[in-house]
Each structure stands twice: as C-alpha cells, then as structure tokens.
C-alpha cells in the first residue's frame, strides 16, 4: 500500500497515523477496526465475487466501507499494518466446530505481527473474539473485553486460541502467501456445508456491546451481556444497514436467493 492508501485506510477507520508502529498503537488501530470495518457474509447472498488480492478487497473495504469476512477483513488489515511499518505474517487456522472437531485446511485467516514489544496474534476477522492482540509468545491467561484468552501449544507444533475454555481455533505457525487462502475462501462461500452459505450476518463491535443483524433480526448485546433483539421490517432493512453499519445496498441480501460465483442457477457443482 502506498501512502494516499494508507491514509484512505486510516480515514475509514476513524484512526490517526501512528509515529511508530509499537503494541500501543496496534492496539489502537486494532479496535478501532472492529468498531468501524463490520464482519460480515453480505457478498455471498449477492452474488458478489470475492477476490483475494489488494486493490478488490481495498475497493470493498476502503473504497465501498462495506466489511467482510476474515479472508478480507484480515488481509486488509494486513495490508494497512504492512504499510505502516509492522512486520506482518499470514497464518492459515482451522476453526472448532460440533464436538471439538476443527474445519478444513485455510478455514481461517488470522495475522502475527511483530513488533519492538515483541510479537502478537491480531485477528479482526473472527466475529466475537478478543477486543486487543493477544501475546503470541505468553501460555498464561490474557484477560480481554471479549474473555479470558489462552494460546496452548498442541502436539504437532500448532496453537489453539482458547476463549473462556473453549477452543476457536487452531493456528499452523508457517507464514502464508495471501493466495494460499483462496481455496478457503472459495468453499466457505460456495459449499453447502459452510456456516457463510447457512446463515447471514452482519455484526460490528460498539463502544457499549455489539450490534448484529441477521438476516431481519437485529440484535444488540450490552458489555455485561443483556441482549435484545428486535424483527426489521422489509421496507425498513436497507436503511438498517446503512445506519448501523454504514453499508449501502440497493437490495436485500437473502439467504439462498443468489447462488455463489461460479455456481449455475440450477444448482451446486
């Protein structure tokens, strides 16, 4: 990324250019990127291609302040960190599911970055997570916002990332190109058995919870974890994009309405 880039990215995310790239201001751009950037599956149930290199996701992201899911969000992210000076590392993770069992190979995107402080996991694209970094090289327990964190060493040279006891995911430690990820991407936003394809969602951090919209429920959760959810009705949908997650859409994403790129209109290959 170049500077007029970097600056855009900046500007997108409501942050400041930092003088240094340390852990204090990673910490900094790091939430107010999950303020600002929103997760979410908008662009399956559109039709919309997904592309894993620079200039789209900066367009989606940047250029169209739409969010994404963690190939992007992440990759951006990368990008931005990249061009202030941090030494960034992609790292592929497989994601837990039913009964402790982890998803495919390059399920997920999740970034090691390195800093005079020494080195941190930074992910900005896993829904529900940790709020800050977390120590890359600590096994001791990492209070957050979003939980108690844990990275514990696994037998074959992995790490689990442990929130409140319960595992997310697990990180293979060899640096990756972005392309690696493509293969993820593809079957997260065309299989059949991908959550993404499931289910709708958008969902940002605020300074008082969370607010998601899924589908037409649109939910919002306070730090101390009261919840409230609320129907949107269908003339009022786009406009709940807009206010809550600054998206604009000229129609209604919906769930199986719109097949995955690639895939025919008369069903999965």
Known sequence: MDTAATDAYLERIGADRPAFPDADALRALHLRHLRTVPFENLSIHLGEEIVLAEQPVLDKIVGARRGGFCYELNGAFAMLLAGLGYEVELLAA??????????????????????PDGPWLADVGFGRHSHFPLRWDSRAEQTDPGGVFRIEETADGDLD??????????????????????????????????????????????????????????????????????????????????????IVLDREPVVGEVPPPGIGAQGRS
């Open 94 to 115: 497989r994601v837990f599911g039913a009964e402790g069992k982890v998803g495919i190979p390059y399920d997920h995107l999740a970034l090691r970055i390195q800093t």
């Open 161 to 246: 990332v442990v929130r409140d006891g319960s595992p997310q995911y697990r990180i293979e430690q060899r640096p990756r190109t972005y392309t690696d990820f493509e293969v993820g991407c593809w079957w997260n936003r065309t299989s059949p058995a991908s959550h993404f394809t499931q289910s709708l969602v958008c969902s940002r951090l605020t300074e008082t919870g969370r607010i998601t919209l899924s589908g037409r429920t649109l939910v919002t959760t306070a730090v101390d974890g009261a919840r409230e959810e609320r129907l949107v009705a269908a003339d009022e949908i786009l406009a709940a994009y807009r206010e809550h997650f600054g």
